[in-house]
C-alpha cells in the first residue's frame, strides 16, 4: 500500500505541475479508491464530465460537486494520503 500511495502523490504532483498525460498513466493503473478519485479529478481538469462522474462513483469517496478547484481538491487528496 505503501508503493500505491507513493505512486499516487508523485500522479498529484505531475498533476499540479500540468503533466496530465504521466499522472493518468500512473493512477489507472492502481486499483485503490484514492487513486480513482484522482482519476476522477484529472477527467474533471480534461472536461470530460462523465468519466469523472464515473470515477468518482468508483472511488466512493467525494462527488464531482465537492470541489470547485481541482488544484485545491489534488491538495486535499495529497494531504489525506500523507497522514494516512
Same mark, same amino acid.
Not at 36 to 52: M, R
Not at 53 to 66: A, C, H, Q, V
Not at 74 to 82: F, G, P, T, V
Given at each position: ?27 489507472? *493503473?492502481?486499483?485503490? !479508491?484514492?487513486? @480513482?478519485?484522482?482519476? /476522477? ?6 472536461? +470530460? ?15 464531482? *460537486?465537492?470541489?470547485? !478547484?481541482?488544484? @485545491?481538491?489534488?491538495? /486535499? ?6 497522514? +494516512?
Amino acid at each position: 500500500m505503501i508503493n500505491n500511495k507513493q505512486e499516487c502523490i508523485k500522479a498529484i504532483n505531475f498533476a499540479l505541475s500540468g503533466k496530465w498525460d504521466e499522472a493518468h498513466t500512473i493512477v489507472q *493503473e492502481i486499483n485503490t !479508491d484514492f487513486a @480513482q478519485w484522482i482519476h /476522477a479529478v484529472l477527467h474533471k481538469i480534461e472536461g +470530460d464530465v462523465h468519466n469523472s462522474r464515473y470515477w468518482y462513483s468508483r472511488s466512493g469517496l467525494k462527488t464531482f *460537486e465537492d470541489y470547485i !478547484d481541482s488544484d @485545491q481538491e489534488l491538495s /486535499a487528496i495529497k494531504a489525506e494520503l500523507i497522514i +494516512d
